[in-house]
């Protein structure tokens, strides 16, 4: 049970979180995407907040700002979540079109009041779960896709809700966080999804 619980903390980790929203509005939409659309779309989705991050998290280790890449120490998260928001913005500003991709644009203009948020906390040396951030984020914009298309995907809903019990409980065991930073996390990431639905939905 305890490598259950330590293995949700990494197949639920908060890099994989805008991919992984980005996919289920690929698989859900009814409307038609050219699939080297999609390709294209996925490869920049994963250079941008997956590759990159990854890159710096190993030169910050080698100069020594910071230790692991839970980033434990509250201090080590000021330059990963200043990077985070700048690369959300970058892929606002040349990724997703509001016009042409509405869901995906306020997904991830969703994602920037997240990670901005993270960043205010940090300033004020309060660590919220980045975790449960991402997993409530993509749960709440799922939910959102479900209304917005009149579709039913309530067994992707029903994973998503398992997965946020799974990245908590994983987060709580391993002591990584207190249960008001698991709280926080949740606030951060679902409520910027569910404020920005007024521009989409």
């Given amino acids: 049970m305890k490598h259950f619980l330590r293995f949700g903390a990494f197949a639920l980790h908060p890099l994989l979180m805008p991919l992984l929203g980005m996919v289920i509005y690929y698989y859900v939409t009814p409307r038609f995407v050219d699939s080297s659309v ?7 989705i994963l250079i941008i907040t997956l590759f990159v991050p990854i890159v ?12 692991n890449i839970q980033l434990g ?15 959300v913005l970058l892929i ?8 042409d991709n509405p869901e995906l644009y306020f997904f991830f203009v ?3 009041f997240s990670a901005f948020s993270a960043l205010l906390l940090v300033l004020f040396r ?3 779960s980045l975790h449960q951030m991402g ?3 993509v749960t709440m914009f799922v939910i959102a896709l479900s209304i917005h298309f009149k579709v039913n995907i309530l067994p992707w809903i029903a994973l998503l809700l398992f997965a946020n019990g799974w990245v908590a409980s994983s987060r709580l065991s391993t002591r990584a966080h207190t249960f008001p930073e698991i709280v926080m996390g949740f606030v951060i990431g679902f409520f910027p999804q569910l404020i920005v639905l007024n521009l989409w939905l």
């Fill in 110 to 112: 969703g994602i920037l």
């Fill in 56 to 67: 710096t998290y190993f030169i910050l280790k080698n100069v020594g700002w910071v230790t």
């Fill in 135 to 137: 997993i409530a984020g």
């Fill in 73 to 87: 120490d509250v201090r080590e998260r000021k330059i990963p979540l200043m990077l985070q928001c700048l690369l």
């Fill in 126 to 128: 309060v660590k919220a």
């Fill in 38 to 44: 999609i390709q294209s779309k996925v490869l920049a």
């Fill in 92 to 99: 606002i500003k040349t990724v997703f079109d509001p016009y």
